[in-house]
């Protein structure tokens, strides 16, 4: 890759400058270099050139304003051809010699005004059209920033500007390089209230940069002798092992992968059955890495092998013959499995999984991998007393040291006394539930706890997947089991199995120091095998061991409820007419990695843990070795000596049985302890704490005998356990009634002073109802997610998907805890909907209402769920719980006593109910709809007789508790059966069997369904006059609409006889509405025939239709014969692609269109 940089040098006169750009680069060994705003008259230019690098080469653009650009390169390295220069750029092409191939590269300095930078985006996008696929970086002074986060300080109004550069980015398909270094690129230099920073200067690169050099990256770096910092590109892979072994799920999907496991397996190693397992999977490394060379780069097989099949159907297309046919299906396969391991490839490195349909193997995947990749490099890191190291083997010394010092670095001396703990314990193992926890572990228990491993997931030091085991467990399923029934037979660990992968996940954008980074342990499968196997059972006893007050992880309870009772709790903070009370938010420093070892096994004795089931887990946790994944390559290595693992799936259970420790011992101090007093409306539930895993509230009234009892817990609880609290993270949060004790109670805590509303569990804590401005975190996390897809060219489908599965689940947690201000849910809906028909951001027109769109798609909708009615849905499950008075919930409890006492959840004041939700809801479902006892009924006057009538019909009721039941079609109360009624119900339609089907395209789907509802944009709409009301298919003078186009158009006709010549395809009908209810009751249901019917009507309906725009927008034509044939190839790859069961359905669906019949071993040809 090209060693460049560019920089804003504001001059180069002064020798100064010149100095230090030579510096620049002699320090970072640069081959290419773009000077901005270099100030230099042209008869200086000659005497700054020979200031600097002489024996470099030079182009100044003396066109320019004052030589704005300068390009300079060294000709032993790059040769530079200039294409094209501008009055805000130049664009050159740079031969880069040592890896013998070229890349574009674009050099920019942006004027300072939004009118004069338009033509820059113009350029900017005209360029990408030509630069198409080859490597192109775009980099300098661009004098705009993309949002609010790259402004500090006071600025005017960007949001023009903004939104104009966010429009380049998705014209051009430019993304950004990941940063390190200075977060502002431009300072002002002002000292004192006028200071401004920006983010000016930037290094951008389209997505064949990115799939060529994935690990690139740039440092912004101290400004020195001008006001913007250089920006030098980086893409080192020097550091990269090439022994690191990662099996690519891929290989299990080809003919080889069974034989090869067989060949090593057959072997018979001598040893416990764990080491055998460690010792072959070994000896199968070289034989994967070798399937994997042979197989080459996997896009690159796709392009090659679409190349062969255009080739074979070429020749088809000119003398139909038997070899032919042979010849066009074989290329077909050999396509089909090419794109199957790439998109497993992708969809591995991606951790994208649930992307399954719709915008297959784009460049959401590419782009997704590349970014995963490259926010892991690191190139330089700042030291504890503030030195930044830039050496590789200094970098990597520095992880290794604090992960060593923080996993490894333990100072205990003494053990755990459990005399001091033994009066603590409230809830002890019943002797039934000890000895469940340590039955026999059965194979299928053991082949569960395999299968549920996601295949996606990271692979430990061995490098191998769950993908593997899966793949391949008709063959090594009977040793694995043997191996981990054996761990739970001798209580004994292989070290080789128990070793750590330790990866790099930054915490924050462009981290600078260690501390930034968090540190996700990477396990073998093996182990997670047996952890999972442990969680299983650990799980089905937490619910009788944890407090109410803790929520995390234990079956049954719900994060909701700590959030709704802080929430409740916190309410009324802001007035002074309440009594004086406190909370505490505690921040533990590095919570699970500083857990000791000791502590966790007396933890375990005092709940009364089976003597076995302990030792279990301290062979788990108290054999790991670690090592550090540093840019894709494991250094150091290092035993454990306390901690849990964040990535073992027992860690987060152990933990919890930890905190509830410590909620014992407070629990125990208070007891003991006179002087505390509970927080206002806790007493009578005993309520001081509220804890999910490590995020921990403590609340008591404000006085200082109860905070110093909170901090000597705290501190005794860190001395046993090693959890101590982070001083400078935990915060006193003090009601407005109590200010007069804030000094006093800081001095004792020497915690920071909070203010609501506080971020709690990823929401805002508050201490009145939620307003717009505290969700405007919420829009902006969905704006990010939106910009950061523009730039990627989705179609419909892929859009439809990313709201469903994304952008969806960024409120349903806030709307879980909140009932949403209506104009959040609006301004919501209009990003959605922006995103849906636009792409990004920007109004635009909608061919369907938002509103239809949300209904489910038997009622012609597209299935996403209307916000509004989900909120409500979301809520009213809390409103449920109160009814059946839910016994799990400390919430509930917490409701029933304080806010309900012995009134019902339909007569008590909304206004006393800080949630809302009974306000909220009480019109959608209180009387008439569904009454309550207390209501005045009216019923009609009837006689004795009419009233012994009913007696007698009336069923007889034993004696048994009156149940509370859910009547709803679901038959049990659920979120998603309240959302069934609060959505406001639509009328069915006829056509939804056509949009359902196994060889559907989705893009195809979605232009049917818009055809369906008479939405595509047809030139009979009045407000596209302007592009002619002749259909443009036939030419006969007819105007175009949905009627004409299906299929009474002559050219739409003419395409179905040629569909009937390739394959069997019944139509009776031309008239649109007549066909849709015909073929919907004809081609209904799940035989493969029929869905192959339905995929074509999709296709050809597609095809038509981009044969019209293609006509009118871009001024080109295809035959009916070329639309014909792209139509009936699609359906029979698709149908070759899916590998259907060889049935006699299966048989005749392929002698209807005309595919051989596979024989055995085709599939992986």
Known sequence: MINAAVWNVRGLNRRDHQVSVTDLITEHCLHFIGLLETRV???????????????????????????????????????????????????????????????????????????????????????????????????????????????????????????????????????????????????????????????????????SWMERWPDTTYVSLSARTSDHSPLVLRGDTSTRSTGMFRFDNYLARTTEFIPSVCSIWRHHIVGSAMYAITRKLKALKPIFRAQRKRKGDLSTNVSLAKGFLDSAQTLLADRHCPTLLHLEYCCKLVLRLASRLEQKMLQQRAKMAWLKDGDQCSRIFFRKVAKRRASKRVFQINTVDGQTLTSQSEVINEFIRYYEELLGGTTRDRLIDLRYLRPLARHILTVDEAEALILPVSPAEIKKAIFDIDETKAPGPDGYSAGFYKAAWPVIGVEVTQAILEFFRTGRLLKQVNTTLISLIPKVNNPTVVAEFRPISCCNVLYKAITKILVQRLRSILDTLISPSQNAFVPGRSIGDNILLA??????????????????????????????????????????????????????????????????????????????????????????????????????????????SYHWKCEAIQLFQLSFADDLLLFSKADPSSIQLFKDGLTDFAELSGLQANLQKSHLILSRSAATYRDTLLGILDFQEGHLPLRYLGLPLLASRLSISDCQPLLHKIEARIKGWEGVMLSFAGRVQLIKFVLSALQVYWAMAFILPKHIIKEIEKRLRNFLWKGNLDMGYAKVSWQQVCRPVSEGGLGIRDIHSLNKGLMSRHLWRIIVHDSTSIWVHWILQYRLRDSSVWTIRTQTVSFGTTSHLYPSISPPEYGHLEDTWSWPHITDMESIDITHDLPTIHGGRDRILWTGPRGSFSSAAAYDVFRPPGPTVGWTSLLVGTFHIPRHRFILWLALQGRLSTTDKPWLQHLGSVCVLCQDGLPETHEHLFFMCSFARECLRAIRREVYFHWPYYNWSTVIRWASVRWRGRHVVNASYRALFASLVYHLWRERNLRIFQHTSRSTEEIVRIVVTEIRDLIICKQLPRTVSTRGLYRLWRIPWPVEGDAHT
């Not at 000709?75 to 013998?100: K, L, M, P």
């Not at 302990?614 to 894709?632: A, D, H, K, L, R």
């Not at 990535?647 to 905190?659: R, T, Y």
Request: proline fraction near 4%.
């Open 567 to 676: 929430q409740e709790l916190f309410s009324g903070y802001n007035q002074r007419n309440q009594p004086p009370r406190c909370a505490l938010k505690v921040d533990l420093r590095k919570a699970y990695d500083t857990v000791e070892w000791d502590f966790l096994k007396a933890t375990l004795t005092l709940f009364g843990f089976p003597e076995r089931f302990i030792q279990w887990i301290v062979e788990c946790v108290t054999t790991p070795s670690y090592s550090v994944c540093f840019n894709g390559a494991p250094h150091g290595f290092f035993r454990g000596t306390r901690g849990l693992r964040q990535g073992d799936p027992m860690s987060p259970f152990l933990f919890v049985l930890v905190m509830e420790v410590l909620t014992l011992m407070l629990q125990h101090r208070i007891e003991q302890n006179g002087g505390f």
């Open 41 to 207: 008259a042209v008869g200086n230019v000659a005497r700054v050139q020979r200031g600097m690098l002489p024996q470099w080469l030079y182009y100044v653009d003396y066109g320019g304003p004052g030589n704005r650009v300068w390009l300079a390169w060294d000709s032993n390295f790059v040769d530079v051809t200039v294409v094209e220069t501008g009055a805000q750029f130049i664009h050159c092409s740079v031969f880069i010699r040592s890896v013998h191939s070229s890349v574009f590269v674009t050099v920019v300095y942006g004027v300072n005004d939004v009118i004069g930078r338009r033509e820059l985006w113009t350029d900017l996008a005209r360029i990408s059209t030509v630069v198409t696929d080859t490597p192109w970086l775009v980099g300098g002074d661009f004098n705009t920033v993309l949002d609010s986060s790259e402004v500090c300080g006071l600025s005017g109004d960007i949001r023009e500007a903004a939104d104009e550069f966010r429009g380049c980015l998705q014209d051009t398909g430019l993304i950004h390089v990941p940063m390190y270094g200075e977060r502002f690129t431009w300072h002002n230099c002002s000292r004192d209230a006028r200071s401004l920073w920006k983010r000016l200067d930037r290094l951008l690169v389209n997505d």
